[in-house]
Each structure stands twice: as C-alpha cells, then as structure tokens.
C-alpha cells in the first residue's frame, strides 16, 4: 500500500510511531456555509451560488481538496435550499471555479425541512455526501438579521431534534449507493459506531469508510483530547477519518487530527472567527491556517487527485453541463 493510502488504527500508539514524518497528506474540507448562520452572523459567509463559488474557489487555492455545501434558497438565502434544480446550479457553479475539487453536499440540511428535501441534494450529483448517524438535538440563538439583507427576520431561538433513526439512515445510505454517492458519516459521539457497524452489515457503505467526528457540537462529545481517541479507537478497519471542532474548538482538533494522522474540516459553517472576537475574512483565511499547521507538522496538504485516491473515489471529477 502506498503512503497516500496507508490507513491503521489511529489511536493504536505501535501503529502511530512508525508513521510519525511519513503521515499521508492532509486532507482539508471546507464547509463553507452551512444551513443556519448567515450574513448576520459574518458578512464573508457565502449565500447565492456565485457568493460559494467564489469563497469556495479561495479556500481551494488555498488547500481545500473537498468543499462541504449548503445550498440555499433564491428568494429565501437564510433558508436551505429543498429542489434538486438548485443544488445543480450550486454545484455547477463549484465545479466551474474548482475543476477538481471533491464536491461534498449535505443532507443535513437545516431547519424546517422534510427529508424527502434532504435528499434532494443526491440528484445534483455530488461526489461524497453528508449522512447524520445519530439524532440531532441543538438548542441556539440565530441573531437578528437586518434588511437591507435579503430575508430579514428577528432574532430566533432553534430548538429542535433531528430524528435519525436506523431506517432513515438506511435509507439515505442506499439512495447515496444506488447513485455511486460515497457517504461521509457523520458522528457525533460513539453511539455513531453502532450505526457504523449497522451499515457495514447491510452492504451499505464500502471501504475506505470516510468518518467524521463532529466536536464541540451542543450534543456531541465534549472536544477533548481523551473523547477523540475513544472515538476513533472503535472505527472498523479501512477508516479514513477527518474532524470539525467547532467554533473556539476548530484550531485545537485540527491541530489534533493532523498530529495523529487523520483530516481536517474547517470553515465558516463551523466557525465564523478567526481567533477570540475577530470575525474570519473567508473560508480561504481558514483553510490556510490548517494547511500552515499541516506543513509545520509535517505533513503535506493533499491535492484533490490524492484525497481521491485515498478515499477510493473516481480520479474524474463530475462535471456539470
């Protein structure tokens, strides 16, 4: 196996001394948006489809190998977008500033949405996408947002429970298959593991497993050095593993991952500030900070011909007409 492929058990310590100055490259995602915060909470967070486009194309010349998308709404940009036909004017937009970039949509979502409206996403043709393995449960304040934004609204209180439950999951994972969509699942504390295993049983996902543990999250783990390796000590073999902190959590589990061997996700979705009380300038800002600690860990930022390789995708990007 290549150095680009190599993949072992990351909390194994026998497994992580020899590798240590022959890690793989690092992975960087971008989430560049996300399905709730908008303009109101920093003005450099991407909206429209051209907004994305251009914030995305700065992170990928940044290090960006894979960019995860919320589309949002035309004539509503703080609400998710519900139709197939938006989705596609995202992505096609991406594709055209990004040629190679891994393209990651969620089916996460946002508030409000059926998950008929989450699965819109899967037509659109993305490369990977998002997939909850646990019910999502979050209580926060969305500040007011003034006119002239478009979409003005008050200032509201979220407080809702996603209901994931073993048969939606199965259900999104076999929409996702039957289309040739890698799943990136999402975990938020080791109950997820269950689900994981669930999946691999039913011939639903295929290695190498791409997972994520979501930190710092209202009902994930607390993001501590001790929860990620509980964490990734019960993944299956064949996992390639990336990690979000978020908010004041970003800059200490990216830095973590990298050490271990694993991948980063950071991004305006996840953090609107770029250290205590100053507001991030772009996605790009964030993604140069993690290619920065990257390469003083010594460890590459992979390109998007690598992170394909490494996660079994096809070396042949969609393309949008």
Same mark, same amino acid.
């Given at each position: 196996m290549s150095a680009i492929q190599d993949r072992w058990n990351y909390?194994?310590?026998?497994?992580?001394?020899? $590798?240590?100055?022959? =890690?793989?490259?690092?992975?960087?995602?971008?989430?560049? /948006?996300?399905?709730?915060?908008?303009?109101?909470?920093?003005?450099a967070l991407p909206e429209t489809p @051209?907004?994305?486009?251009?914030?995305?194309?700065?992170?990928?010349?940044a290090g960006a190998s894979m960019v995860h998308v919320h589309a949002r709404q035309e004539a509503f940009p703080t609400r998710p977008a519900v139709t197939t036909e938006r989705w596609l004017e995202v992505n096609r937009s991406i594709r055209a500033a990004c040629p190679d970039i891994i393209i990651n949509d969620t089916t996460g979502g946002g508030p409000n949405m059926t998950m008929d @409206? &989450?699965?819109?996403?899967?037509?659109? &043709?993305?490369?990977?996408?998002?997939? /909850?393995l646990t019910p999502d449960m979050s209580r926060f304040k969305l500040r007011? $947002?003034?006119?002239?934004?478009?979409?003005?609204?008050?200032?509201?209180?979220?407080?809702?429970? %996603?209901?994931?439950?073993?048969?939606?999951?199965? $259900?999104?994972? !076999?929409? =996702?298959?039957e289309r040739g969509i890698k799943p990136e699942l999402e975990t938020y504390h080791t109950g997820g593991g269950w689900v994981i295993r669930f999946l691999i049983e039913e011939g639903l996902i295929e290695k190498p497993?791409?997972?994520? !543990?979501? =930190?710092?999250y209202q009902t994930s783990s607390l993001a501590t050095v001790? #929860?990620?390796? #509980?964490?990734? &000590? @019960?993944?299956?073999?064949?996992?390639?593993? %990336? !990690?979000?902190?978020i908010a004041q959590h970003q800059v200490p =589990?990216? !830095? %973590?991952?990298?050490?271990?061997?694993?991948?980063? &996700?950071?991004?305006? @979705?996840? /953090?609107?500030?770029?250290? $205590?009380?100053?507001l991030a300038e772009s996605n790009a800002q964030l993604v140069a900070r993690a290619a920065r600690l990257s390469n003083e860990l010594n460890r590459e930022v992979a390109t998007p011909?690598?992170?394909r390789e490494m996660l079994g995708l096809s070396g042949e990007p969609t393309q949008y007409p």
């Open positions: 909390a194994d310590a026998f497994s992580y001394l020899p $590798r240590i100055g022959k =890690m793989p490259p690092t992975i960087i995602c971008c989430a560049c /948006n996300g399905g709730v915060q908008g303009k109101e909470s920093n003005p @051209e907004e994305i486009a251009e914030s995305v194309h700065g992170a990928y010349e @409206e &989450r699965l819109q996403c899967l037509d659109a &043709r993305p490369e990977v996408a998002s997939l /909850n007011e $947002r003034l006119a002239p934004l478009p979409d003005p609204r008050p200032e509201v209180v979220y407080d809702e429970c %996603l209901p994931f439950s073993y048969k939606l999951i199965k $259900r999104f994972a !076999t929409e =996702m298959k497993y791409w997972i994520q !543990t979501v =930190m710092g001790d #929860n990620v390796v #509980n964490l990734v &000590r @019960e993944f299956p073999e064949d996992t390639v593993w %990336l !990690t979000s902190g =589990m990216t !830095t %973590l991952a990298i050490l271990l061997g694993g991948h980063v &996700r950071v991004g305006l @979705e996840d /953090n609107v500030y770029y250290a $205590r009380g100053v011909s690598q992170a």
